[in-house]
């Protein structure tokens, strides 16, 4: 209907004035109607007229182009305010939950988020931009995108070694390069050992020996730091010489492994969508360092005390070293690798990134650098950042230090919260709790995660929506078919309902623009409050207007499980 109204206005002003003119549509307070548009405005300037005498010229021709399905059009402080009849704003209300955008019809798309590292746990951070990542990626899928969401991650680089050294500490006193050997393969004993506990625990073991290697690193002196750098230099070499025998190589790709199976664990147990290919940095080393290597002979970059950098200070960044003095590639050549194995896989039209905030000034001089002799790529890239994930009154966390907020952590206290207050186990609201704090949060600033509150039945909840979806349902099905049913009127209190369902095409393309899920759990939620609100001090079951409110609900209903469907969040029919 809002399309159809904003074509209608745009061909009236062509008509009546020869002019071509975009045409905003907007929602007025519900009193003066269901639709505005301040088109007389725009056109006063062009037409060197008083905006109010323009709209009133275009209300008495769409009076009669509208008059089927429009109840009243007026003009109010140079706005022209349209107001539909009963079995109109009721058809719209119908058509919004079948409604997809088409921004992205035909595009291909990366999807990259999440992006763990092996040899560490998942912390707060990841578990919150898997799930958030997760519902960008669906809304781009709504709004008809080919979407393939993929995973980048350090398999290589210092934090890998200082992770080995931290498990070959507890095998010697020595930092002689020679007993490495010796150590790992008392170390390769020990892990074999380990192979019966769970992923999780791997997982925390591993970071443990990331948190010790790394006091290790800053505190042991230079024989230490001399030793782990000879180690960083040795896991390249794993994968350039495909070294799987020797104990050191095997204890990496032993740990590596259990990394990826823990983060697959991880991802089916939040519920978020597969992910469609991990890229390890290891395998975005050669044609990173090829590509840099190969812009450096062409000026992109440049060499700097036995380094290559890339200065960004004329395009008002700074500099940055893609290849450091020892020969290896720093993290800002693995992304410069990145990008060109995706645009390999996927030619796509557009690449979602998503970090922390902490990533931003980076991934600008690293985009930047890739505009120099990739243009279009650098352009295609859209890069989301988010905060960090606190608890009502944490402290900011490290994993360097290992005070960090694990993602299983905020999983066991949001479930202790949900059993506590509803005195039963319960992983779809659990979730639902989880997915939908995290969601309704505009993107940017730090996320303060309280685990009471995203588990309450009375606020703006994930258990909240999934309450009241299995509500409706519960009423629904007290009753047969409402088919064949017709409206020629609502009552008041019915009609807000139906033009509060009706917004919901709206807010799917104002988040879809914006890359913004919240938009989608803003409306949810004043939806359900809207329907409670109706539900209050209207009955439904066994009043003269039982179809006519059955209708609604229906609708409602639908339109309720849409919207937590693209937010990934389950919608039980009853809890």
Not at 100 to 119: H, L
Not at 139 to 150: D, K, N, P, Y
Not at 232 to 261: G, T
Not at 351 to 364: A, V, W
Request: glycine share 6%; proline share 3%.
């Amino acid at each position: 209907m809002r399309e159809k109204i904003q074509k209608t206005v745009a061909d009236t002003v062509n008509n009546l004035f020869k002019i071509t003119v975009d045409v905003d549509i907007t929602r007025p307070d519900e009193q003066f109607g269901d639709y505005s548009t301040n088109v007389a405005l725009k056109l006063s300037g062009q037409l060197q007229r008083n905006p109010k005498d323009i709209a009133e010229e275009i209300c008495q021709q769409l009076r009669v182009t509208l008059s089927e399905s429009v109840e009243s059009i007026t003009v109010a402080s140079n706005f022209i305010n349209i107001r539909l009849k009963s079995p109109s704003i009721l058809e719209a209300a119908k058509a919004a939950t079948s409604y997809r955008p088409k921004t992205y019809e035909g595009k291909v798309i990366v999807a990259e988020y999440s992006d763990p590292n092996p040899f560490k746990v998942l912390h707060a951070g990841h578990l919150y931009t898997s799930i958030v990542g997760d519902g960008i990626a669906s809304l781009m899928e709504l709004a008809g995108g080919t979407v393939h969401r993929v995973n980048f991650g350090g398999d290589v680089g210092l934090h890998v070694a200082k992770t080995l050294w931290g498990i070959l500490a507890d095998y010697t006193n020595s930092t002689d390069s020679d007993v490495i050997g010796n150590a790992a393969g008392r170390a390769l004993e020990a892990l074999r050992g380990l192979g019966s506990k769970s992923l999780l625990d791997k997982a925390n073991w591993l970071a443990e020996h990331y948190v010790s290697g790394t006091q290790l690193y800053d505190d042991g002196g230079e024989a230490v730091k001399l030793l782990i750098n000879e180690l960083n230099r040795q896991v390249y070499e794993f994968h350039s010489k495909n070294n799987h025998d020797s104990p050191l190589a095997q204890i990496y790709w032993m740990c590596r492994q259990w990394s990826y199976d823990y983060f697959q664990e991880f991802y089916k147990e939040i519920a978020v969508h597969p992910f469609e290919r991990y890229y390890p940095e290891s395998q975005t080393v050669e044609i990173g360092m090829a590509t840099v290597r190969e812009q450096l002979k062409k000026g992109v970059y440049e060499e700097s005390d036995g380094a290559v950098v890339f200065k960004g200070e004329q395009y008002g960044l700074h500099t940055r070293v893609f290849i450091n003095s020892a020969g290896l590639p720093t993290y800002e050549t693995k992304d410069v690798g990145l990008i060109m194995l995706k645009w390999q896989d996927y030619h796509f039209d557009k690449s979602l990134i998503i970090t922390s905030n902490d990533q931003g000034e980076y991934m600008k001089v690293v985009q930047k650098s890739i505009e120099q002799f990739e243009p279009q790529l650098a352009a295609s890239s859209i890069h989301l950042t988010h905060g960090l994930v606190k608890l009502k009154g944490g402290d900011k966390m490290s994993s360097r230090k290992g005070n960090i907020l694990k993602a299983a952590d905020v999983l066991e206290i949001t479930a202790k919260a949900n059993t506590k207050l509803i005195g039963k186990e319960n992983k779809l609201t659990t979730l639902g709790a989880i997915k939908y704090s995290f969601l309704k949060q505009r993107m940017g600033a730090d996320i303060i995660y309280d685990p009471e509150e995203s588990v309450s039945l009375a606020g703006n909840s994930g258990p909240y929506l999934q309450y009241a979806y299995a509500r409706a349902c519960s009423i629904l099905g007290k009753v047969a078919s409402t088919e064949g049913a017709t409206v020629n009127d609502l009552e008041p209190a019915e009609r807000s309902l139906a033009r509060k369902i009706s917004e919901y095409p709206e807010t799917l393309d104002k988040a879809v623009t914006e890359y913004m899920p919240h938009h989608i759990c803003t409306f949810l939620y004043e939806l359900a409050q809207t329907f409670n609100s109706f539900y209050e001090h209207n009955r439904v079951i066994d009043d003269p207007r039982q179809v006519v409110r059955l209708q609604l609900l229906e609708i409602y209903a639908a339109t309720l499980k849409s919207g937590l469907q693209v937010l990934n969040i389950p919608s039980p029919d009853h809890l």
